[in-house]
């Protein structure tokens, strides 16, 4: 069975949300899960939801890291918190895998700190699936780990989506592009321009050219794009600007409520030996149920061992 | 009466949408229009429309730079094109504004070789105003003359944008923030983050900080949003996305109907010490006439006027 750890303590409204959503999870899916986080805490809150918390492993921790911890000095000093606990027992192979909604700083210093890179890769990133209107989606990467990258960390993104959206999406023979202000390939800023020629070189991908955003999301032309930390990030939060614009006009579409990152289930942590799940943190009980499945799904398809082979 | 010159073989759908256009816009307001391009296509489009070319001021023009062509070699070698004509005549005074949907770097390049800067300027910036929800638009800037920018020419834009809210949107004590990935000081890749730090030292305007792109449309948080040409024109294409996922999906709602391009009129080029309107390359006739009403609005507003007194 499944072993997925859980940040209980994780997340603008944890633990009550985290907890909510790990009883939600455990309803549907035959995993177990390991809640990381105050005993006493999520035993109350699982008697009060009618929930026996016996079906899930629990492992106290007196700490807990918080949003406005500066994250390299709370990963070194907050010993018996819920994140380096979880970190502790995913490189220990006691759990599969392990996702939190909390301090996105503090989740990248223990992917740094504990866990193995894949092979040629040197740093880890973190990807998005978006909704297109055709129904399938394109994954984003990196969306905010690397704020500021090089061109031949934009390759190796390239690399990691590429098998990501093979094993996790069931693409194919993915389509790989740069996220670019033109489709020429002369457009862009030094390092985009760079990138377009070592994708054009170097890439043992589909590399199919630069992606306009205008026509991202309706005429479906890439299967993965690629661009820097602090791009894609902008990126991603237009397009929660988008939902929310969708919520406060109170607009009924069944495409457009698919931007509800409710949905996304997180984020998987991409170029780390183990899986990473990574949540908004101002997610709701159902939000954090679906990270859990994200975490399975990732597990299922057997994306770290395909990283493995293809790298 | 204001003389408002438009390259009328400028678009991808020029010159008929352009003239079109320019017809259009002559109904409407008591503004002298100067068209650049080909006499005898001009004439003849005008007497199809049943239109008498009498009204316009035609330039003839015997060439044209296109799309396709380099932007700097084209504006050198073609002399009798409708932009560089258009240059000259906006450079020695005969018309009031030069407006074009054609080749952007092209007229770029005019910006900068025909015309004086701003003082205090290094660099000509484009802007675009975008719909917030309450009705009000917020400026962002640049939208895509300078890929690559340093710290100082987005203070300088901050500074520009300020202006310009001022004079042209009526903001009295505009908030400028930055474009960035998290809302504190230490967020965002180098260039924001020294940015930061020379928008709080050294700004002469009314700096709000950093703004994420989640709540810009629908909080109203800031009158000006700064950023570099590259990520400000993804921006201004994904809003453009947003439109297209609108009309794909035959969605009627009167604010996001709002982020149809083809009102926007045309971005003006802020820096130079005249005004020059840029449009949208697949403009329609209804945008070539919103384009010719911006350069009206921002000629009466004074811009470059109060750009010279406040710099």
Redesign the interface.
Known sequence: MLKIGLDAMGGDFAPLNAVLGAIDASAHKDIQIWLFGDREIITGICNNAGFDPGRFVIIDCKDNILFTDHPVSAFHRKRESSIVKGFQLLESGDIDAFASAGNTGAMMVGCSLTLNMINKISRPCISVELPL?NGNKVLLLDV?FN??CRPDNLLQFGALGNIYSKSVLGVKEPKVGL?N?GAESGK???N?KEAYTLFSEGSDFNFIGNI???????DSCADVVVT????G???L??????Y??VC??E?E?A??SRFNYELYGGTAVLGVSSVVIIGHGRSSSAAIANMIFKAESVLKSRLIENFNIFA
Chains 1, 2 share one sequence.
């Open positions: 209107i905010g704020a500021d996220l202000i862009g800023n030094l985009v306009e955003p205008d026509n991202i999301f309706t820097d930390g602090f791009t990030n902008l990126f939060k237009q397009a929660e600007a988008l929310n614009i406060k006009r607009i579409d495409y457009l």
